[in-house]
C-alpha cells in the first residue's frame, strides 16, 4: 500500500477514534448510493437538490471499522479534516455482509445487517481512491461483485 493511502486512512481512523471506546482500525466518508452521481446531474441540468433520501443514515456519513463493531457517524467535512458530530448506528461486525464493487469512478458498498436493514453506499475512487477503497473493503471482509 502506498504512503499516500496509509496517510488518508489515517486521517479518518484519527478523526473518529475519540469519539469510540473500541480501537478504529478503518474508516472512510460516504454518501448514500447514487447521491453524489443524482446532486451532480441536477446540478448539471439546472436543477435543485440531490436525489432522495436512500436510508435512515446521515448523508453524506462517516463509516469506522473497529475490531468488533461497524459504526456509523453523523459529520461534518472541515477541508481536509473532519468534526465528528454523533455515532448514528452501531453494528457487531460478525453480523454484517458487505458486498462493493468499482464503476464509473466510484466504489459502491451495501452494508446487510442479519436483520434485514440494508445500507447502499458509495464514495470517490478517482486520483488513487481505490487503493484506499480496497484496504477499507478487505478490513472489513468485503465479497466483490462481479
Not at 22 to 42: F, N, Y
Not at 113 to 120: D, I, L, P, Q, V
Request: hydrophobic share 40%; proline share 3%; glycine share 10%.
Amino acid at each position: 500500500m502506498s504512503k499516500k493511502s496509509e496517510k488518508q486512512m489515517a486521517i479518518m481512523v484519527d478523526a473518529v477514534q475519540p469519539h469510540c471506546e473500541e480501537k478504529i482500525i478503518a474508516a472512510i466518508t460516504c454518501s448514500h448510493a447514487g447521491s453524489m452521481r443524482s446532486l451532480l446531474v441536477s446540478k448539471l441540468l439546472g436543477q435543485g437538490g440531490g436525489g432522495g433520501k436512500t436510508s435512515n443514515l446521515p448523508n453524506p456519513v462517516f463509516i469506522a471499522v473497529g475490531d468488533e463493531s461497524i459504526f456509523a457517524y453523523k459529520y461534518a467535512p472541515r477541508g481536509f479534516k473532519f468534526k465528528i458530530k454523533q455515532e448514528v448506528a452501531r453494528w457487531d461486525k460478525d453480523d454484517v455482509d458487505v458486498e462493493y464493487e468499482f464503476s464509473g469512478g466510484m466504489a459502491t458498498f451495501v452494508l446487510a445487517t442479519k436483520s434485514g436493514e440494508n445500507y447502499a453506499l458509495e464514495f470517490p475512487i478517482v486520483m488513487g481512491g481505490q487503493e484506499l477503497a480496497e484496504m477499507f473493503f478487505s478490513i472489513l471482509n468485503a465479497k466483490k461483485i462481479s
